[in-house]
């Protein structure tokens, strides 16, 4: 009799009922996904894993009972949303080297963090207090990882004038950058002779190429933000972005390259995103100019959804997933102006 497998849990049962599956082709370019976004959902999985969708998420389903990936679920309101994956056990890992990937390219130390950390233990109602820290941890990394997802499938949809060919997050990016101290005197602000140190920590770092132009790559830096700070701290931010970028040009030195296109945040809502972008005009960020370094948008236009037909019946589907070269559009907006910039112009 066929073991029916368990979704929310897995035991020496499911363990056994699945061991006789071999990894393949597609088991393995499942788990490099996964190890490339760190964490990523089932809607992504199946759109940047050549394949079908069915058969997509048996291997899914398989790698997830044999322990050699995670997931877990949010839950809003009484109803859980998508699984999310990630890995957490070093096996996976091993199998992509033993098939030609090479080990300094794998994050070992992170897979080893993420078993510690057991996000799985976000559906575990014991554990639910506890976890919330976690929580919020998670929902920001979906956030970089929807917008890396976009991106890799806008660019796929370019019929190859656009390529993203480079992708970076984490912990490799964190630096940190002298700046002038300042001081509030007599109404103004003004930078004394002593200094400090911010850190430089962006979300993400990429890089857009156009390999049937001439044209230079373009290379951004990317903030997923979640409202979690007010407009003084997160302006902390960006005023490390400047003083890295454009007053020390330390982006030549730590990624070797000539010119950073734009520092990108992506932020919860439209209020928000207008909040910051007037925000990003302060003198405390850039001096007296406000600088068209600093690109604005809101999340809504990533999750909003749209009527989709198919199969005689229309579903609901996130703009993100139905139209993801939205986000290289004219919808990103700098504190100069009303002016709207994509992020191939």
Avoid at 223 to 241: F, I, M, P, V
């Amino acid at each position: 009799m066929q073991h029916r497998l368990k979704k929310y849990g897995r035991d020496q049962n499911s363990l056994n009922a699945v061991a006789s599956r071999q990894i393949t082709t597609t088991s393995l370019t499942v788990i490099a996904t996964i190890h490339d976004y760190r964490i990523i959902p089932t809607s992504l999985i199946v759109r940047l894993v050549p394949g079908h969708e069915k058969n997509i998420q048996r291997h899914l389903q398989q790698l997830y009972h044999k322990g050699l990936v995670n997931r877990f679920a949010f839950i809003r309101g009484k109803n859980p949303s998508e699984f999310y994956y990630y890995l957490d056990n070093t096996e996976a890992l091993e199998l992509l080297v033993l098939n030609g990937v090479e080990r300094d390219r794998l994050e070992f130390e992170e897979v080893r963090r993420n078993r510690e950390k057991r996000y799985c233990d976000v559906n575990d109602p014991k554990r639910t207090e506890e976890m919330q820290g976690r929580l919020l941890f998670l929902k920001h990394e979906v956030m970089i990882s929807r917008f890396h997802g976009m991106l890799e499938l806008a660019c796929a949809a370019s019929n190859g004038s656009v390529q993203l060919t480079n992708f970076e997050q984490g912990p490799k990016l964190w630096n940190k950058v002298e700046v002038p101290k300042l001081s509030f005197r007599n109404g103004a602000w003004v930078e004394l002779d002593g200094t400090e140190h911010l850190p430089h920590r962006p979300d993400a770092f990429f890089t857009l190429s156009f390999p049937n132009s001439d044209r230079e790559d373009l290379h951004f830096f990317y903030e997923a933000d979640r409202h979690r700070t007010d407009t003084n701290k997160y302006n902390k931010k960006l005023r490390a972005h400047f003083h890295f970028v454009v007053k020390q040009k330390r982006h030549r030195e730590f990624y070797e390259i000539q010119r950073v296109r734009a520092v990108l945040t992506e932020t919860v809502d439209d209020e928000w995103a207008e909040r910051l972008r007037q925000a990003a005009g302060h003198v405390t960020v850039s001096g007296s100019k406000a600088s068209p370094l600093f690109w604005f948008t809101t999340s809504r236009l990533f999750v909003e959804e749209v009527l989709v037909q198919g199969n005689g019946r229309a579903r609901a589907l996130p703009m993100h997933l139905q139209n993801p070269d939205i986000v290289i559009r004219k919808i990103w907006a700098s504190p100069v102006n009303d002016t709207l910039h994509s992020l191939i112009d």
